[in-house]
Nanobody, 121 residues
Framework: QVQLVESGGGLVEAGGSLRLSCAAS????????MGWYRQTPEKQRELVAA???????EYADSVKDRFTISRDNAANSVYLQMNSLKVEDTGVYYC???????????????WGQGTQVTVSS
């Protein structure tokens, strides 16, 4: 079993910054792709940023040039640096990892518990 634990959410004024962290633990053989998703009452869960096994990245248009995703493979962790935050960035942020585990063929998708980010005007 694999567990993902997130941290770093909170309340911040517009224009401020936050850094989200997500660490995985358990029977991990290898982590392929990592990503951060955002969910609000008005929208389904949507991709904010992803970082792939070759360290290439992908961002939603709404966060390009403001957010930066990074990973630390040795720590089984992914981070999201969020700068110049806007009110519309408010939501629950979930980390996701595509993981291969010991003694089970294939890859599996795991989710964190979610962390609330609230940006005030």
């Amino acid at each position: 079993q694999v567990q993902l634990v997130e941290s770093g959410g909170g309340l911040v004024e517009a224009g401020g910054s936050l850094r989200l962290s997500c660490a995985a633990s358990g029977s991990i053989f290898d982590i392929k792709d990592m990503g951060w998703y955002r969910q609000t009452p008005e929208k389904q869960r949507e991709l904010v940023a992803a970082i792939f096994s070759d360290s290439s990245t992908e961002y939603a248009d709404s966060v390009k040039d403001r957010f930066t995703i990074s990973r630390d493979n040795a720590a089984n962790s992914v981070y999201l640096q969020m700068n110049s935050l806007k009110v519309e960035d408010t939501g629950v942020y979930y980390c996701n990892m595509i993981v291969s585990v010991f003694r089970r063929p294939g890859v599996f998708s795991y989710w964190g518990q979610g962390t609330q980010v609230t940006v005030s005007s």
